[in-house]
């Protein structure tokens, strides 16, 4: 059973920090491109950013560039979204995604909240 399965969420003040994991299984994690994505209420969800099989590229929305990092261990099957210098327009859902050229899997979601 293929399951991406985000934690590390939560309440955090503006300039926080907060570190994201998402968990992968029932599938070859290191055949799988990794994307987060993020998104509010009532908003088109959007990419935050990238990271390629081997985690050698990484690829960042403009608005996260210098706070947000993107970063993987194969050995874990897991995928971590770090976020820095955190600001309350950074409050969203976030989700992962793994994805190859036959196929695409999708996390349940993760609430981050920037909040003072």
């Known amino acids: 059973q293929v399951q991406l399965v985000e934690s590390g969420g939560g309440l955090v003040q503006p300039g926080d920090s907060l570190r994201l994991s998402c968990a992968a299984s029932?599938?070859?994690?290191?055949?799988?491109?990794m994307h987060w994505y993020r998104q509010g209420p009532g908003k088109k969800r959007e990419l935050v950013g990238v990271i390629t099989t081997t985690g050698s590229s990484t690829i960042y929305l403009d608005p996260v560039k210098g706070r947000f990092t993107i970063s993987r261990d194969n050995a874990k099957n897991t995928a971590y979204l770090q976020m820095s210098s955190m600001k309350p327009e950074d409050t969203y859902v976030y989700y992962c995604?793994?994805?190859?050229?036959?196929?695409?899997?999708w996390g349940k979601g993760i609430q981050d909240t920037v909040s003072s």
């Open positions: 029932g599938f070859t994690f290191r055949d799988y491109a």
């Open positions: 995604n793994a994805r190859n050229s036959v196929n695409e899997y």
